[in-house]
């Protein structure tokens, strides 16, 4: 870009910098939605509440039922199949 051009783009500039924040924002909540560990973490602790007696087998499945959903929602969207 000349520099004509970039003086006339100076005051975009901070709408720029503004949008590339929220991107980079946007960018790390998505990678912490989709990111399966802490639901592998919370059907681990499920199965130790269920051998523990914490909870019983109705609940045990439907939390998990839950949580396997999660999961497939997730890894679907790391193979980029959406879902």
Same mark, same amino acid.
């Given at each position: 870009?000349?520099?004509l051009?970039?003086?006339?783009?100076? &005051? #975009?500039a901070?709408?720029?910098? #503004?949008?590339? #924040?929220?991107?980079? #924002?946007?960018?790390?909540? +998505?990678? /912490?939605?989709? =990111?399966?560990? &802490?639901? /592998?973490? !919370?059907?681990?602790?499920?199965?130790?509440?269920?051998?523990?007696?914490?909870? =019983? +087998?109705e $609940?045990? =499945?439907?939390? !998990?039922?839950?949580?396997?959903d999660?999961? /497939? +929602?997730?890894? =679907?969207?790391?193979?980029g $199949?959406?879902?």
């Amino acid at each position: 870009m000349n520099l004509l051009g970039e003086i006339a783009a100076l &005051p #975009v500039a901070p709408v720029r910098g #503004v949008l590339w #924040v929220l991107q980079r #924002v946007v960018e790390a909540a +998505e990678n /912490e939605y989709y =990111d399966p560990a &802490p639901v /592998e973490q !919370e059907l681990a602790a499920l199965e130790r509440q269920l051998l523990a007696g914490e909870i =019983d +087998e109705e $609940t045990f =499945d439907r939390r !998990e039922d839950e949580l396997l959903d999660r999961l /497939e +929602e997730i890894r =679907d969207h790391l193979r980029g $199949t959406g879902g």
